[in-house]
């Protein structure tokens, strides 16, 4: 697809088929993904991907919508906190990384003609406990992965000029 349709066609996908994801597709997905852009380079995450059949109740209580496993496939990125790269005055790149890398995994997903939903308010705790994560490894951020059953709404956004300033803040 291209580009700029691409990006007005994603939407958040609230629920899903239960269709199997073709092996080659998510391939491709998870190869956008790696190509993402980190700080320094330094690649400091790691993606899950988890098989919903059979773990629904488990994986709910990661975060607890139905919808959230009505998908094939959950997808965790996570940032490897002992290997991020640090700013100068002590901030971490590692919560930035992780979001480019979703970012890149949830448009690959887009293009080819899967429906994902950037999850931030899951249970912290529980995705720790459930994905058996050591202590460097912070989960960042979910998504479902799979075919929509549901189509868009409407997309509210601000107008540019609320969101864009030129030279400086005013």
């Known amino acids: 697809m ?21 092996d080659r597709d998510l391939a491709a997905v998870l190869e956008a993904a790696r190509l993402a852009p980190t ?3 330094r690649q400091a995450f790691r993606i899950l ?5 059979g773990r629904e109740q488990e994986l709910k209580q990661i975060y607890g919508r139905d919808w959230f496993v009505q998908a094939p496939v959950v997808v965790s ?9 640090v700013r100068g005055d002590g901030k971490s790149y590692g919560d930035v990384d992780a979001a480019i890398v979703m970012d890149h995994l949830i448009l690959a997903a887009a293009n080819r003609g899967l429906g994902s939903c950037w ?4 249970d912290a705790e529980a995705a720790r406990r459930i994905l058996k ?6 989960p960042v951020a979910f998504t479902p992965l799979g075919y929509p059953a549901d189509r868009p709404g409407v997309r509210k956004r601000r107008p540019i000029d609320r969101l864009v300033y030129r030279d400086a803040w005013s």
């Open 2 to 22: 291209e580009f700029d349709k691409l990006i007005h066609a994603r939407y958040s996908v609230r629920a899903y088929k239960p269709e199997s994801i073709p």
């Open 39 to 41: 700080a320094a380079n």
């Open 49 to 53: 991907v988890l098989r919903t059949a």
């Open 77 to 85: 990125v996570c940032t490897l906190t002992d290997s991020c790269w």
């Open 119 to 122: 999850i931030g308010a899951f």
């Open 133 to 138: 994560l050591p202590e460097h490894v912070e």
